[in-house]
């Protein structure tokens, strides 16, 4: 009965391990898909000579990116 307690618990922990990889790469791909959007809309407000604020707006989303890569860039574990 042992065993079978045993295989329930490791088949648990590669479902639990697959999930937070698949969180940790939706992760990545939303930061690189806000990053891209963030300097699009600079370069667009650029050419178009809107307001500061627009452009104050879009660069604060690019930051905003660049904050959370390099807080996540800190934490991540030597393979």
């Known amino acids: ?11 648990d922990d590669a479902v639990s391990s697959t999930r937070l990889w698949c969180l940790g790469f939706h992760a ?9 959007i963030g300097a699009f809309a600079i370069g667009a407000a650029l050419w178009a000579g809107q307001e500061a604020l627009l452009i104050l707006s879009a660069t604060l989303v690019l930051g905003a990116v660049a904050a959370f890569k ?7 574990q030597p393979v």
Do not use: R, T, Y
Request: no cysteine; hydrophobic share 55%.
């Open 1 to 11: 009965m042992e065993w079978v307690l045993q295989v329930v618990d490791e088949i």
């Open 28 to 36: 990545e791909v939303g930061l690189s898909v806000a990053a891209g």
């Open 70 to 76: 390099i807080h996540g860039a800190q934490f991540k």
